[in-house]
């Protein structure tokens, strides 16, 4: 299994600012997937990111709202512009080989 | 319709209890089933990965896949405090998205 680490792990924020989450994983992997878990609500796919390739975004998820990076085989980024208290949940990224998803540890964003 | 349905629980059981968590689907295109557990503060951790129906064993913790029926099952034998966790079912088809669960939470009292 891979070893993910997510930065920062928590922010309180102020509305109308943006906020950028790095995924770092400890081997080097195709497809990288950053979901965001609300309160009672089931992990919600934001997008899939390839290295080397535009971001495939869910529906109900925008690209300027959500930019997503992808410099290279262990490294991915997610922004979360212009929030808003909607905006507050965690944000996971997960890697996986085929259909076993492994996840980060979650940074916990509270917009005010 | 939701694509996956769970019941959210919570679940409170005695230590040694047998533990049974559900979820029922619509899509019967699903073929690989998960379990996640998560604990509070941390994301989820495979537990279980199952292909089309059938049992799988895994210690104390056991997969069941009912396609027939679009109903998974996750028993856990001898309940221990720290499986106290939310516990979250997964599916997906061949390709692409995975669909979860909300999650059950699961307290095991000592």
């Known amino acids: 299994s891979a070893v993910i680490s997510q930065k920062p792990s928590r922010d309180i924020c102020q509305r109308g600012t943006s906020l950028t989450i790095q995924c770092q994983v400890d081997s080097q992997v195709t497809m990288m997937f950053w979901y965001r878990q609300q309160p009672g609500q089931s992990l919600t796919l934001i997008a899939t990111a390839n290295q080397g390739s535009e971001a495939t975004y869910e529906s109900g998820f925008v690209i300027d709202k959500f930019p997503i990076s992808r410099p290279n085989l262990t490294f991915s980024t997610l922004t979360v512009s212009n929030m808003s208290p909607e905006d507050s949940s965690i944000y996971l990224c997960?890697?996986?080989?085929?259909?076993?998803?492994?996840f980060g540890p979650g940074t916990r964003l509270t917009v005010l | 319709q939701k694509e996956v349905e769970q019941d959210p629980g919570p679940l409170s059981v005695p230590e040694g209890a047998i533990v049974s968590l559900n979820c029922t689907y619509s899509?019967?295109?699903?073929?690989?089933f998960m379990w996640y557990r998560q604990y509070s503060r941390k994301g989820p951790e495979l537990l279980m990965y199952?292909?089309?129906?059938g049992n799988k064993e895994d210690g104390r913790f056991t997969a069941q896949v009912d396609k027939s029926s679009k109903y998974i099952s996750l028993f856990i034998r001898d309940s221990q405090p720290s499986d106290s966790a939310t516990y979250l079912c997964?599916?997906?088809?061949?390709?692409?998205?995975?669909?979860f669960g909300t999650g059950t939470s699961l307290t095991v009292i000592p």
């Open positions: 899509n019967s295109a699903f073929q690989y």
């Open positions: 199952t292909y089309s129906s």
């Open positions: 997960s890697v996986g080989p085929g259909h076993e998803q492994f």
């Open positions: 997964a599916m997906s088809g061949s390709v692409g998205q995975f669909y």
